[in-house]
């Protein structure tokens, strides 16, 4: 005869959510977890109920109160589920790993002991600090880069601000992108009700957004990079000619 699927007391599903029993007690109440399968007087949880709880955790995390939680799943749960999947899509998509740096290690790198520089550091988003004397780079192929430019004689100054300024204006870049995703994407989808069949679809266009817009970007990039060189050179060309008459 085969287990039953629920299987958990609401104390073993309180140690694996990382949640209260009283807590759990509370979203039964208010109607957000389904009610537990009784046996022997006994109340038991499985999957579901796991997912369930797990889905308000991080809704909770993106700003959802209690309230505004409620409201969301007696609309619509499927919806809430699939829209979860989205963010966990989009938080699986970078495959780069981010690493951690002592403060030593970061100085002997750079070449460098500033706290100027490890503040524009932090700023400009190469780093986060996470505990004393030791940083996180989410991507550290930005420290590579930092590291290349430098060792091409660029002060690290005035690298980590070019970093900042680049930062800001990737994020209106970015911005434009996911504009075009919600107006041409998801209102049409929105206003159609989030119907069942078309969840793939939209889900399919969020997962070529990167991709596209990182090909767009760099071909762009790449195009008026050259103007700026030819401009640049060309004013330098100027220059020395006049030096030289």
């Known amino acids: 005869m085969a287990e039953p699927e629920n299987d958990l007391t609401i104390e073993e599903l309180a140690a694996q959510t990382g949640m209260t029993v009283r807590n759990i007690r509370s979203h039964r109440a208010r109607g957000l977890l389904p009610a537990p399968e009784v046996r022997d007087r006994v109340g038991y949880y499985g999957p579901r109920h796991l997912a369930r709880l797990r889905m308000i955790q991080e809704l909770q995390v993106d700003g959802f109160n209690l309230r505004g939680i409620e409201r969301l799943l007696s609309q619509n749960v499927g919806a809430a589920e699939q829209f979860l999947s989205f963010r966990r899509a989009l938080d699986e998509f970078d495959d780069e790993q981010p690493g951690t740096f002592t403060r030593e290690e970061l100085d002997a790198r750079f070449g460098v002991d500033s706290e100027e520089a490890l503040r524009r550091a932090i700023d400009a988003g190469a780093l986060v600090p996470v505990e004393e004397g030791r940083y996180e780079a989410p991507f550290p192929s930005l420290l590579d880069a930092a590291e290349g430019v430098i060792a091409a004689g660029v002060q690290l100054d005035h690298a980590l601000a070019a970093i900042g300024k680049v930062r800001g204006r990737c994020r209106s870049i970015s911005r434009e992108f996911v ?40 071909a762009v990039y790449r195009m008026t990079l050259s103007d700026e060189i030819e401009k640049a050179l060309g004013k330098q060309l100027e220059r020395m000619a006049s030096r030289k008459g």
């Open 179 to 218: 504009e075009l995703f919600l107006e041409d994407v998801w209102k049409p989808f929105e206003e159609a009700g989030y119907p069942e069949e078309r969840w793939p679809v939209v889900r399919e266009a969020l997962d070529q957004l990167r991709p596209l817009s990182l090909q767009a970007l760099a």
